[in-house]
T-cell receptor
Framework: GNSVTQMEGPVTLSEEAFLTINCTYT??????LFWYVQYPGEGLQLLLK?????DKGSNKGFEATYRKETTSFHLEKGSVQVSDSAVYFC?????????????FGTGTSLTVIP | NAGVTQTPKFQVLKTGQSMTLQCAQD?????MSWYRQDPGMGLRLIHY???????DQGEVPNGYNVSRSTTEDFPLRLLSAAPSQTSVYFC??????????????FGPGTRLLVL
Protein backbone atom coordinates (compact mmCIF):
# COMPACT_ATOMS: atom_id res chain seq x y z
CA GLY A 1 0.00 0.00 0.00
CA ASN A 2 0.85 3.66 0.09
CA SER A 3 2.18 5.21 3.27
CA VAL A 4 4.50 7.76 4.79
CA THR A 5 6.76 7.15 7.77
CA GLN A 6 8.44 10.00 9.57
CA MET A 7 10.68 10.11 12.59
CA GLU A 8 9.15 10.05 16.01
CA GLY A 9 9.07 13.24 17.99
CA PRO A 10 9.11 15.37 19.85
CA VAL A 11 12.31 17.05 18.76
CA THR A 12 13.84 19.79 20.90
CA LEU A 13 16.68 21.92 19.55
CA SER A 14 18.50 25.03 20.59
CA GLU A 15 18.26 28.07 18.38
CA GLU A 16 20.69 27.98 15.42
CA ALA A 17 21.03 24.20 15.58
CA PHE A 18 20.83 22.01 12.49
CA LEU A 19 17.52 20.26 11.88
CA THR A 20 16.82 16.97 10.14
CA ILE A 21 13.43 15.29 10.16
CA ASN A 22 13.46 11.96 8.38
CA CYS A 23 10.69 10.89 6.05
CA THR A 24 10.43 7.73 3.97
CA TYR A 25 7.57 6.60 1.81
CA THR A 26 6.02 3.60 0.13
CA UNK A 27 4.03 4.22 -3.00
CA UNK A 28 2.67 2.42 -6.02
CA UNK A 29 3.44 4.70 -8.89
CA UNK A 30 5.19 8.05 -9.04
CA UNK A 31 4.18 10.26 -6.13
CA UNK A 32 4.69 13.93 -5.49
CA LEU A 33 6.14 14.64 -2.06
CA PHE A 34 5.29 17.42 0.36
CA TRP A 35 6.19 18.88 3.69
CA TYR A 36 3.41 20.68 5.54
CA VAL A 37 3.83 22.72 8.73
CA GLN A 38 1.23 23.25 11.43
CA TYR A 39 1.77 26.13 13.84
CA PRO A 40 -0.03 26.01 17.19
CA GLY A 41 -3.78 26.48 16.83
CA GLU A 42 -3.66 26.67 13.05
CA GLY A 43 -4.28 24.43 10.06
CA LEU A 44 -1.62 22.86 7.92
CA GLN A 45 0.31 25.03 5.49
CA LEU A 46 2.38 23.84 2.58
CA LEU A 47 6.07 24.32 3.35
CA LEU A 48 7.66 22.81 0.24
CA LYS A 49 7.12 20.15 -2.38
CA UNK A 50 8.89 18.11 -5.04
CA UNK A 51 7.18 16.44 -7.94
CA UNK A 52 9.82 14.11 -9.37
CA UNK A 53 12.99 12.27 -8.48
CA UNK A 54 16.03 14.43 -7.64
CA ASP A 55 13.93 17.58 -7.35
CA LYS A 56 14.75 19.77 -4.37
CA GLY A 57 11.98 21.69 -2.67
CA SER A 58 12.93 24.72 -0.62
CA ASN A 59 11.23 27.47 1.34
CA LYS A 60 12.05 29.68 4.35
CA GLY A 61 15.48 28.04 4.70
CA PHE A 62 14.05 24.52 4.71
CA GLU A 63 15.05 22.01 2.06
CA ALA A 64 14.14 18.47 1.08
CA THR A 65 15.33 16.36 -1.85
CA TYR A 66 13.22 13.70 -3.52
CA ARG A 67 15.36 10.55 -3.38
CA LYS A 68 13.77 7.78 -5.37
CA GLU A 69 16.57 5.28 -4.72
CA THR A 70 16.08 5.50 -0.96
CA THR A 71 12.37 6.47 -1.11
CA SER A 72 13.08 9.38 1.17
CA PHE A 73 12.27 13.08 1.48
CA HIS A 74 14.14 14.28 4.56
CA LEU A 75 13.53 17.83 5.77
CA GLU A 76 16.59 19.92 6.69
CA LYS A 77 17.34 23.41 7.91
CA GLY A 78 20.78 24.72 8.67
CA SER A 79 19.88 27.06 11.53
CA VAL A 80 16.52 26.83 13.25
CA GLN A 81 14.75 29.69 14.96
CA VAL A 82 12.27 29.81 17.81
CA SER A 83 9.60 30.71 15.26
CA ASP A 84 10.14 27.32 13.56
CA SER A 85 8.51 25.57 16.52
CA ALA A 86 5.62 23.65 14.99
CA VAL A 87 4.49 20.21 13.89
CA TYR A 88 5.85 19.05 10.54
CA PHE A 89 4.01 16.57 8.34
CA CYS A 90 5.48 14.66 5.44
CA UNK A 91 2.96 13.68 2.76
CA UNK A 92 2.72 12.13 -0.67
CA UNK A 93 0.14 12.37 -3.37
CA UNK A 94 -0.70 9.94 -6.13
CA UNK A 95 -2.84 10.59 -9.14
CA UNK A 96 -6.06 8.62 -9.21
CA UNK A 97 -9.10 8.68 -11.45
CA UNK A 98 -10.79 11.16 -9.11
CA UNK A 99 -7.73 13.34 -8.62
CA UNK A 100 -4.75 13.25 -6.32
CA UNK A 101 -4.98 11.04 -3.25
CA UNK A 102 -2.96 12.32 -0.29
CA UNK A 103 -1.26 10.25 2.42
CA PHE A 104 0.15 11.93 5.52
CA GLY A 105 2.74 10.91 8.05
CA THR A 106 2.01 11.12 11.75
CA GLY A 107 3.76 14.44 12.22
CA THR A 108 6.90 15.45 14.10
CA SER A 109 6.71 18.10 16.77
CA LEU A 110 9.64 20.52 16.85
CA THR A 111 10.39 22.86 19.74
CA VAL A 112 13.21 25.36 19.40
CA ILE A 113 14.46 26.89 22.61
CA PRO A 114 16.36 30.20 22.82
CA ASN B 1 -9.68 35.79 -0.29
CA ALA B 2 -10.58 34.25 3.05
CA GLY B 3 -9.30 30.85 1.88
CA VAL B 4 -10.80 27.90 3.71
CA THR B 5 -12.96 28.73 6.71
CA GLN B 6 -14.36 26.35 9.31
CA THR B 7 -16.93 26.77 12.04
CA PRO B 8 -17.13 26.23 14.92
CA LYS B 9 -13.59 26.34 16.26
CA PHE B 10 -14.46 24.24 19.27
CA GLN B 11 -17.47 22.11 20.19
CA VAL B 12 -18.45 19.85 23.07
CA LEU B 13 -21.10 17.21 22.43
CA LYS B 14 -22.73 14.52 24.47
CA THR B 15 -22.80 10.97 23.15
CA GLY B 16 -25.69 10.55 20.73
CA GLN B 17 -26.02 14.21 19.81
CA SER B 18 -25.79 15.33 16.21
CA MET B 19 -24.04 18.31 14.72
CA THR B 20 -22.69 19.74 11.49
CA LEU B 21 -19.19 21.04 10.99
CA GLN B 22 -19.16 23.79 8.42
CA CYS B 23 -16.51 24.33 5.77
CA ALA B 24 -16.41 26.95 3.05
CA GLN B 25 -13.83 28.07 0.50
CA ASP B 26 -13.81 31.10 -1.79
CA UNK B 27 -11.13 29.96 -4.22
CA UNK B 28 -13.53 28.17 -6.58
CA UNK B 29 -11.75 24.90 -5.92
CA UNK B 30 -13.38 21.75 -7.21
CA UNK B 31 -11.87 19.34 -4.72
CA MET B 32 -12.73 19.45 -1.04
CA SER B 33 -11.87 17.00 1.72
CA TRP B 34 -12.42 16.33 5.39
CA TYR B 35 -9.65 14.92 7.56
CA ARG B 36 -9.42 14.04 11.20
CA GLN B 37 -6.22 14.45 13.15
CA ASP B 38 -5.54 12.19 16.09
CA PRO B 39 -2.36 11.87 18.19
CA GLY B 40 0.08 9.43 16.64
CA MET B 41 -2.18 8.89 13.62
CA GLY B 42 -1.47 11.86 11.43
CA LEU B 43 -4.31 12.99 9.17
CA ARG B 44 -6.86 10.50 7.96
CA LEU B 45 -9.27 11.18 5.13
CA ILE B 46 -12.96 10.95 6.08
CA HIS B 47 -14.82 12.02 2.92
CA TYR B 48 -14.00 14.00 -0.15
CA UNK B 49 -15.73 15.66 -3.06
CA UNK B 50 -14.52 16.26 -6.60
CA UNK B 51 -17.23 18.78 -7.41
CA UNK B 52 -20.75 19.91 -6.59
CA UNK B 53 -23.05 16.93 -6.27
CA UNK B 54 -20.21 14.38 -6.12
CA UNK B 55 -18.87 12.88 -2.91
CA ASP B 56 -17.01 9.72 -1.96
CA GLN B 57 -15.68 7.95 1.08
CA GLY B 58 -12.15 8.18 2.36
CA GLU B 59 -10.25 6.01 4.80
CA VAL B 60 -12.48 6.49 7.88
CA PRO B 61 -16.03 7.39 6.73
CA ASN B 62 -18.13 5.55 9.32
CA GLY B 63 -20.27 7.81 11.47
CA TYR B 64 -19.99 10.78 9.11
CA ASN B 65 -22.09 12.10 6.24
CA VAL B 66 -21.30 14.78 3.70
CA SER B 67 -23.00 16.60 0.88
CA ARG B 68 -21.83 19.11 -1.71
CA SER B 69 -24.67 21.22 -3.02
CA THR B 70 -22.42 24.14 -4.00
CA THR B 71 -18.80 24.54 -5.02
CA GLU B 72 -18.12 26.68 -1.95
CA ASP B 73 -19.54 24.58 0.88
CA PHE B 74 -18.77 21.08 2.13
CA PRO B 75 -20.41 20.38 5.52
CA LEU B 76 -19.59 17.31 7.59
CA ARG B 77 -22.42 15.79 9.61
CA LEU B 78 -22.15 13.63 12.69
CA LEU B 79 -25.51 11.90 13.05
CA SER B 80 -24.93 10.34 16.49
CA ALA B 81 -21.70 11.44 18.12
CA ALA B 82 -19.49 8.91 19.87
CA PRO B 83 -16.44 9.46 22.12
CA SER B 84 -14.29 7.87 19.40
CA GLN B 85 -15.07 10.90 17.25
CA THR B 86 -13.24 13.21 19.64
CA SER B 87 -10.63 14.71 17.36
CA VAL B 88 -9.51 17.75 15.45
CA TYR B 89 -11.21 18.05 12.08
CA PHE B 90 -9.65 19.79 9.13
CA CYS B 91 -11.30 20.76 5.89
CA UNK B 92 -9.11 21.19 2.84
CA UNK B 93 -9.60 22.28 -0.73
CA UNK B 94 -7.57 22.25 -3.92
CA UNK B 95 -7.92 23.19 -7.53
CA UNK B 96 -8.07 20.61 -10.28
CA UNK B 97 -4.63 21.76 -11.32
CA UNK B 98 -2.45 19.72 -13.55
CA UNK B 99 -1.77 16.24 -12.30
CA UNK B 100 0.84 16.33 -9.61
CA UNK B 101 0.85 20.09 -9.19
CA UNK B 102 -2.12 20.15 -6.89
CA UNK B 103 -1.60 21.76 -3.48
CA UNK B 104 -4.07 21.48 -0.66
CA UNK B 105 -5.23 24.47 1.37
CA PHE B 106 -6.34 23.72 4.89
CA GLY B 107 -8.80 25.43 7.17
CA PRO B 108 -7.89 26.27 10.79
CA GLY B 109 -9.63 23.19 12.19
CA THR B 110 -12.53 22.33 14.49
CA ARG B 111 -11.70 20.77 17.82
CA LEU B 112 -14.49 18.36 18.85
CA LEU B 113 -14.90 16.75 22.24
CA VAL B 114 -17.54 14.06 22.68
CA LEU B 115 -18.37 13.18 26.26
Amino acid sequence: GNSVTQMEGPVTLSEEAFLTINCTYTATGYPSLFWYVQYPGEGLQLLLKATKADDKGSNKGFEATYRKETTSFHLEKGSVQVSDSAVYFCALSLLRNTGNQFYFGTGTSLTVIP
Amino acid sequence: NAGVTQTPKFQVLKTGQSMTLQCAQDMNHEYMSWYRQDPGMGLRLIHYSVGAGITDQGEVPNGYNVSRSTTEDFPLRLLSAAPSQTSVYFCASRDRGQGYQETQYFGPGTRLLVL
